[in-house]
């Protein structure tokens, strides 16, 4: 039996037992390439449940959304292991009970998906392990090094080309499960702290904020990188704020579901080799 | 016989509007993204594009704009209003989609007060299309009664001929001739055949859906709910469109100084309609989503005579979720039978 | 002959310790660059790195930011999480090209008046040679521009 068919089995057993009252998964999308985030509350749709290589939206930032776990009842999620991370760090920082989050957990090399096991989030702790020793490649490291080796000038230079395509539409804040602010903060006014317009200067600020906001939360999922109509390689800054926190902090973000916020914690002997 | 324009020739067409003080501008890949710019010669220009990125609206409705500055001091207040610099520009290889676009907001924009910012800009701009030999599953242009070699908001269309070598060239207003008459030297006439314009299947029954969308019953229907569960509330279907208009105006600076801006907003924003008092009319991300389709198909239309939809597919092809107009008139359509 | 340059400098202090050590230097009659505008907060704790943004959002050529040196907290452990903050705030400020020579950091207690003047003398001289934040103020400027298309 396929993954696609024992999950399929899997989410009607569930739906039809009453263990959870909806299933959050992939549907078949607009084209062959697209899959869409489909919900299945009966267990005549399982059918609509497509599992292949190209499930890769990670769908865990629906699991936050206004008063679907309120009731306290069990809701199921198709999950890759950064959307694993994800529940983890939404765990860690009180947005939702792990308890009632049931996993259909997967991961794709090449053209394979293979399925993990576990249901609960703590069941995975190995898998997220084996990523924090050998992450997988992200495609991007050649343009993180160019970026490395260039001065602060040319790095700015390079940055301002890139934010000056934003056009502040908030995709992949929109996209991403850790931006779950109720009011983010570029839409508070009483103060504005940066500019909500969408010049270079309000562009550049913004990314900044989102970056910094991420920085040790962020589980490379790739959604807002995905999301952006115009294509600003946003996880590779995320990217390297994961690496810093790993360096600076040996924090590798969404471990547990108890781990400590990298920036709600400290340690006394925390390295401060810059402060004069 | 019909006028041509050959391909070999347009980099000679360029030199000529910009000697005669127009800004050329037209499709072109750059920084990783498909857009509309400002080029300096026509190899830049990219006309095997679909279909940009971002549309044409970027070129008559920017992002960000400034409308006023103002200091305050002691004893008075300054308010200096600024319009957009004078520019007379020729947009070359627009997209019917995109052109038509334009000309939908027109009335809109123009319906009671004047907006002098969209008007200044449409009225110093040409805008020559060329009309589409290739499209994508999301183009849906015949789906809103239109086609791949609609004339509305062109003022030149131009065919592809068959043997890929230039175009024919069809006039359609008097700025179109205006600006061709500068390069009409460099115009042949041929018996060269022009390429069919790509076939665009038909994907919804835009009568019924707009039929459906009327009835006040549907209003309160549970399709939408439905529809929208996946959208994660971005405005990257908004901000894509060409035909989206909706604006904010902030002031950005502080007691002493600043400038009052004009800056898009989206009706996928939880914030666009957010009180002061807390009070959300638009509480839930369904009710944004179907303002977005009625405002579209059924107040625009009853207003202004026209949806407010050029059949671009912007918002299907690039949406997070793979949601869109689309699949929502789609939807519709089985709904109405 | 232009005039010299004289950078904007913006100092996020802590008022327990950074402050009074500032206090410190003045009664003491120590002369330092004048060029330091002062902003007192109640820890460093509290140094938001929107404050950083907002400061340069204004034109500031460099930022300061000082507070009580490790286990000296009034709060007890304010500075260790804004240690940690500053951390990971001042390697995306580098990726991103706004070079760490802008935005420096130190511990200065409130018996420290000498070492606070001698901070703000050298990260003053040190401002100073780098020249005026020009790629910011471009961005700056660029709002106060027409819109561009």
């Avoid at chain 1, 991007?140 to 056009?167: D, S, T």
Wanted: some cysteine; proline content about 4%; overall charge negative.
């Amino acid at each position: 039996m396929s993954i696609e068919e024992q999950y399929r089995k899997r989410a009607m057993e569930l739906l039809s037992g009453g263990a959870v009252k909806m299933v959050i998964g992939y549907g078949r999308g607009s084209n062959a390439e697209r899959r869409r985030p489909v919900f299945i509350s009966s267990p005549e749709e399982v059918n609509r449940l497509v599992l292949d290589e190209a499930c890769i939206a990670n769908l865990s930032g629906y699991l936050v959304n206004e008063g679907l776990l309120s009731d306290e009842k069990r809701v199921a999620v198709f999950l890759r292991p950064e959307g694993i991370r994800a529940i983890n760090i939404l765990a860690a920082e009180s947005q939702l009970d792990a308890e009632q989050i049931v996993i259909f957990g997967f991961d794709v090399s090449g053209n394979e998906v293979k399925a993990l096991k576990g249901i609960h989030v703590e069941e995975f702790e190995d898998v997220i392990g084996a990523i924090k020793e050998h992450a997988p490649e992200m495609g991007n490291e050649e343009l993180l090094e160019k970026i490395e080796q260039m001065n602060p000038q040319e790095r700015f230079a390079f940055w301002k080309e890139e934010f000056a395509k934003c056009i502040k539409c908030y995709a992949c804040r929109q996209a991403c499960p850790m931006c779950y602010c109720r009011r983010c903060i570029v839409d508070s006014n009483q103060p504005q702290w940066v500019n909500t317009s969408s010049h270079s200067l309000g562009n550049f600020e913004w990314n900044i904020v989102r970056a910094f906001h991420l920085s040790g939360r962020c589980v490379e999922c790739g959604n807002c990188d995905r999301a952006c109509p115009v294509n600003i390689p946003l996880r590779l800054i995320n990217h390297r704020m994961a690496q810093e926190v790993l360096k600076s902090f040996d924090h590798f973000a969404g471990m547990s579901k108890t781990q400590e916020p990298v920036l709600a914690s400290f340690k006394k002997d925390d390295s401060e080799t810059f402060i004069l | 016989m019909t006028k041509i324009l050959f391909s070999d020739k347009l980099d000679k067409c360029v030199e000529r509007w910009k000697s005669a003080g127009l800004t050329v501008m037209g499709p072109v890949q750059r920084a990783n993204i498909k857009t509309y710019a400002a080029v300096e010669h026509a190899s830049e220009f990219d006309f095997g594009l679909i279909l940009t990125d971002r549309s044409i609206k970027d070129l008559f409705f920017p992002q960000t704009e400034p409308m006023l500055r103002y200091t305050i001091k002691k004893d008075a207040i300054n308010t200096d209003e600024c319009l957009p610099p004078r520019e007379q520009r020729i947009i070359f290889g627009a997209r019917a989609c995109d052109a038509s676009g334009m000309a939908i907001d027109d009335p809109l924009f123009g319906w009671d007060y004047k907006d002098e910012y969209w008007f200044q800009r449409r009225n110093e701009s040409v805008i020559v299309t060329i009309a589409c030999t290739n499209a994508d599953e999301f183009c849906m242009c015949t789906s809103l009664k239109m086609a791949p070699d609609s004339t509305k908001g062109s003022d030149v269309l131009l065919r592809p001929l068959e043997n890929s070598k230039g175009w024919q060239v069809e006039e359609l207003t008097e700025r179109g001739r205006e600006a061709f008459k500068t390069i009409a030297d460099l115009l042949q006439e041929g018996s060269d055949t022009a390429a069919p314009v790509a076939a665009v299947a038909e994907k919804f029954d835009l009568d019924a859906c707009v039929a459906w969308l009327q009835n006040p019953e549907n209003f309160d229907s549970k399709f939408w709910k439905e529809i929208s569960m996946r959208c994660i509330g971005c405005a990257s279907c908004t901000y894509l469109c060409p035909t989206c208009h909706c604006f904010d105006i902030q002031d950005e600076g502080d007691t002493y100084s600043g400038i009052r801006r004009k800056n898009w907003d989206s009706c996928s924003f939880a914030l666009f309609t957010l009180h002061t008092s807390g009070h959300n009319p638009r509480s839930t991300q369904s009710a944004r989503w179907r303002q977005r389709i009625m405002h579209k198909f059924n107040y625009f239309p009853s207003k202004f005579n026209a949806n407010s939809c050029s059949g671009c597919g912007r918002c299907s092809r690039e949406c997070p979720v793979d949601m869109g107009i689309t699949e929502t008139l789609q939807e519709i359509s089985k709904l109405s039978q | 002959m232009s005039e010299p340059f004289e950078p904007k400098i913006i100092a996020f202090v802590c008022t327990y310790c950074t402050y009074a050590g500032a206090d410190l230097a003045g009664t003491s009659r120590l002369k330092y660059a004048p060029n330091v505008r002062i902003i007192r907060l109640p820890c460093t704790g509290r140094i938001s790195p929107m404050f950083i943004l907002k400061a340069l959002q204004k034109g500031a050529d460099g930022v300061l930011i000082s507070g009580c040196h490790p286990g000296d907290c009034h709060f007890t452990h304010g500075n260790y999480h804004a240690r940690r903050r500053w951390m990971v705030f001042r390697a995306l400020l580098d990726f991103i090209g706004i070079p760490p020579e802008r935005v420096k950091y130190s511990w200065i207690s409130a018996a420290e008046g000498v070492k606070f003047a001698e901070f703000i003398n050298s990260v003053t001289n040190d401002i100073r040679k780098l020249g005026p934040f020009e790629q910011y103020s471009q961005l700056i400027e660029q709002t106060q521009a027409p819109a561009s298309l």
